[in-house]
């Protein structure tokens, strides 16, 4: 294995990704329903010696359901459809969404129109862990919100959040009477 750059995020070693994110590269360029965008390109080497290079790259696919579309690269890949809205609905294209992948951690929804964000919100309940409302996918903000997804990406904690405490204890409710019990029967029962 070799030294990585991800360029042009700060230097830090992804000897393990490096081939797994190069091939992706690689195959993209030879998938029919595949079209690289930007880059695409990597090199054994930056300008200063480091190792090597693997520019962001962005990739259009023409299949909304392309393994490209729920595989987690953890390198600069971004894998984009365009949908024809003149011909998709609004709710197609949140089961479209929904439907997708198997991972459900972060997402985002752009919109003017509130009921459009809200029936986004209720259509993508379970496909995000973090949702985002006219704003960046942010992704884990230590300790500025709670962050955690769902389905494969997790058990939906949201570490960070006070509710996070309750899976390292085990909660058990206890009531004790103070005052003795003088009759059986309760006043929901009395007719």
Request: glycine share 6%.
């Amino acid at each position: 294995m070799r030294p990585v750059c991800l360029y042009p995020f700060p230097r830090y070693p992804a000897v393990q990704s490096s081939d797994r994110i190069t091939l992706a590269i690689d195959l993209a360029v030879r998938d029919e329903e595949l079209t690289i965008l930007a880059s695409g390109r990597y090199h054994d080497e930056d300008e200063a010696g480091d190792g090597l290079v693997i520019e962001p790259t962005i990739i259009q696919t023409s299949n909304p359901k392309h393994e490209y579309m729920s595989t987690e690269f953890f390198g600069p890949i971004l894998t984009v459809y365009v949908y024809d809205d003149a011909k998709t609905s609004w709710s197609e294209t949140l089961e479209l969404v929904n439907s997708t992948s198997a991972y459900a951690l972060t997402g985002a929804v752009f919109a003017r129109d509130r009921g459009a964000v809200e029936e986004a919100s209720r259509a993508l309940r379970h496909a995000v862990g973090n949702f985002y409302i006219n704003d960046k996918s942010t992704g884990s903000v230590v300790g500025q919100q709670p962050f955690g997804g769902s389905r494969a990406s997790g058990t939906n904690d949201k570490a960070g959040a006070p509710s996070y405490l309750l899976k390292w204890v085990s909660a058990q409710s206890v009531k004790e009477t103070f005052v003795p019990i003088s009759r059986l029967a309760h006043p929901s029962m009395i007719h």
